[in-house]
């Protein structure tokens, strides 16, 4: 039933509305009587009536004042203003400042009747839609993150039907758009991860860190196999590669910093069209596991680890990666790869922002956590493994690693 306040500071009109007319038949109930505005729109804001019938000239507070009043506290109220043929100026100023309609006095009962079942109607119909709005927008991350999944993983077939859902999103992929996947692999051992790193903290991170280039973030969500996914698009192709690898060292920076676990960053070449993404994504998934496995981290495309570095750099991780367990040093290293400690030192610090010694110990670490999930090795036969001869500096540089003593680290995922 529609709730109506009747507002009037003529005591026999409001008698007159109130009691002539059989409210229940056009369902319609009177919840309050006011004669003046001040009055009005206290019990406008006890009771939230659907439609308020409201003189237009009244004491205290006028009937203008009042409906600019109630428009602040609830806009989705309908209102009907009644006014005398000489006061037709202030009918039509009513409807600037948010009445629904007016009516002329004297006043016609039924008119009136109908007239507050009709805005009240309209109302209700308003609040239904409102209603659903909000709870569609309380959905909306759901219903984008799954857009997001299926299309990444192919589940939607078709320009057309992709196309139709992104319009319900309100997506739209320009002519010179690219769009691009970004996954973020958490090493398997780290089962931990996926609550350890909270949704909107990675936002915020991603948030701030695309402030620095032309992208826009489209979607971040959790995917399977320890994945989180970030979608981008790029607006500007000039110089995107190279941002968007810089931006992946971000968040593999923020990931360690956070997390204190083994993370690699996939990227996927830029998709054009919306049937580009599920390759683009798989190519990005694929560039995470084959960065997991290796000392850089971040990888674009297709490319392996090192392919973007000097031969003496590829050749000096690819000894790292064999040599490991060995006392190596880099004197060792770099009479393998032909040049001189100092010179492959300064290689390593150009080409991957990192010393020789640190892209030996992270390996080595990596591979001691690989091998910690086997409950057969004790701590220091696995700080042997790796090529650390002394158990307690190995269990001190673990822990400064991942955040956990190796003998934990065992329990935990052994």
């Known amino acids: 039933m529609l709730k109506a306040l009747v507002v009037d500071d003529e005591y026999l009109v409001r008698m007159g509305i109130i009691q002539t007319i059989d409210w229940a038949d056009y369902n319609v109930e ?61 009918a039509q100023a009513a409807l600037r400042y948010g009445a629904s309609t007016y009516l002329l006095k004297p006043i016609n009962i039924e008119e009136l ?7 009240g109607n309209e109302i209700m119909e308003k609040k239904l839609h409102t209603r659903r709005y909000t709870q569609l927008s309380k959905e909306i991350d759901s219903i984008s993150k799954q857009f997001w999944q299926d299309l990444l993983h192919g589940q939607l077939i078709g320009e057309s039907i992709i196309a139709e859902k992104a ?89 360690i910093q956070h997390i204190g676990q083994s993370v690699s960053v996939g990227i996927g070449q830029p998709a054009c069209q919306w049937t580009d993404l599920e390759g683009a994504y798989r190519q990005s998934m694929a560039a995470a596991q084959r960065a997991s496995s290796g000392i850089e981290r971040v990888l674009y495309g297709d490319e392996d680890a090192g392919a973007r570095c000097r031969r003496e750099v590829r050749e000096a991780l690819a000894y790292i990666r064999e040599h490991y367990s060995e006392n190596i040093t880099v004197e060792m290293v ?48 696995v700080g042997n493994q790796v090529g650390f001869t002394d158990s307690k500096y190995f269990s001190q540089i673990f822990k400064r690693m991942t955040g956990m003593p190796p003998s934990e680290y065992a329990k935990t995922y052994g």
Request: charged share 25%.
């Open 167 to 255: 319009v319900l999103l309100e997506l739209k992929l320009e002519p010179d758009d690219a769009i691009i996947p970004l996954t973020i692999a958490i090493s398997p051992d780290n089962q931990r991860s996926e609550a350890s790193i909270e949704i909107s903290a990675l936002e915020a991170a991603a948030m701030s860190f695309l402030q620095e280039y032309s992208f826009e973030l489209l979607s971040l969500f959790y995917d399977h196999n320890l994945h989180w996914v970030i979608v981008i698009r790029a607006k500007e192709m000039e110089d995107t590669v190279a941002s968007v690898r810089k931006l992946g060292q971000q968040l593999y920076e923020w990931c």
């Open 113 to 119: 009747a109908a007239t507050v079942q009709s805005v």
């Open 30 to 90: 009177i919840v309050g009587e006011a004669s003046n505005g001040e009055e009005g729109l206290e019990l406008a804001l006890l009771h939230h009536p659907d439609v308020i019938i409201t003189d237009v000239r009244m004491p205290y507070m006028n009937g203008l004042e009042f409906i600019e009043k109630i428009r602040e506290k609830d806009p989705l109220v309908g209102i009907v203003v009644l006014s005398g043929y000489d006061e037709f100026q202030y």
């Open 334 to 381: 770099a009479n393998a790869v032909f040049v001189s400690p100092t010179h492959l030192m300064h290689l390593f610090r150009k080409e991957l922002n990192k010393t020789f010694y640190e892209c030996l110990t992270e390996y080595r670490i990596e591979e001691a956590k690989r091998i910690l999930r086997n409950p057969m090795y004790r701590v220091y036969e």
